[in-house]
Antibody, heavy 114, light 110 residues
Framework: EVQLVESGGGLVPPGGSLRLSCVAS????????MNWVRQAPGKGLEWVAN????????NYVDSVKGRFTISRDNAKNSLSLQMNILRVEDTAVYFC???????WGRGILVSVSS | QSVLTQPPSLSGTPGQRVTISCSGS????????VNWYQQFPGTAPKLLIF???QRPSGVPDRFSGSKSGTSASLGISGLQSEDDADYYC???????????FGGGTRLTVL
């Protein structure tokens, strides 16, 4: 089955860190750019970051530059998002998504609160 | 404030045709192709239209997309109750060097 499955979410205090993971299956992972997209409670979609097939190019939305790092392990069909210096406004459901968002994971909740 | 502007809400009756607009700029919609997504509460979005006007397999032909200049539109004809959802446009922005989403349109089928 073609799918993306996220893990690693949870509750973290402001200033803390969290690492999200996404495991891909059912397709050739190395053929695609991969993305992280988030959605704050009751709000719209916001693209967070993407990474090229071989990991040589990475792009980030301004609000997470210097705090978040996207990476991938092609041997494990895995995508990651290391989130540091978390802020209350980073609270959202984080989705892993393929290429031009033609395939999405179910999402994982990240809550930043004291 | 989203880079892409969509109407926050829209409504229609069964059988009607509705159009959702997405207004951008010369750094995003004009040079690049637009995608549209449908999202139901508590679920992941689903790709509805890619490449301005292409439907993925399984998407009914009641859904159509178009683009002109710095704007794009999603058309839904023969509105059905199951179309009651949130809709988002998205496109790559050459100036921001990233993807941008519209703020979303809540479509209510009365």
């Amino acid at each position: 089955e073609v799918q993306l499955v996220e893990s690693g979410g949870g509750l973290v205090p402001p200033g803390g860190s969290l690492r999200l993971s996404c495991v891909a299956s059912g397709f050739t992972f190395t053929d695609y750019w991969m993305n992280w997209v988030r959605q704050a409670p009751g709000k719209g979609l916001e693209w967070v970051a993407n990474i090229k097939q071989d990991g040589s190019q990475k792009n980030y939305v301004d609000s997470v530059k210097g705090r978040f790092t996207i990476s991938r392990d092609n041997a494990k069909n895995s995508l990651s998002l290391q989130m540091n210096i978390l802020r209350v406004e980073d609270t959202a459901v984080y989705f892993c998504a393929r290429s031009n968002f033609d395939l999405w994971g179910r999402g994982i909740l990240v809550s930043v609160s004291s | 404030q989203s880079v892409l502007t969509q109407p926050p809400s829209l409504s229609g009756t069964p059988g009607q045709r509705v159009t959702i607009s997405c207004s951008g700029s010369s750094s995003n919609i004009r040079p690049n192709t637009v995608n549209w997504y449908q999202q139901f509460p508590g679920t992941a979005p689903k790709l509805l239209i890619f490449g301005n006007n292409q439907r993925p397999s399984g998407v009914p032909d009641r859904f159509s997309g178009s683009k002109s200049g710095t704007s794009a539109s999603l058309g839904i004809s023969g509105l059905q109750s199951e179309d009651d959802a949130d809709y988002y446009c998205a496109v790559w922005d050459n100036s921001l060097n990233g993807w941008v989403f519209g703020g979303g349109t809540r479509l209510t089928v009365l």
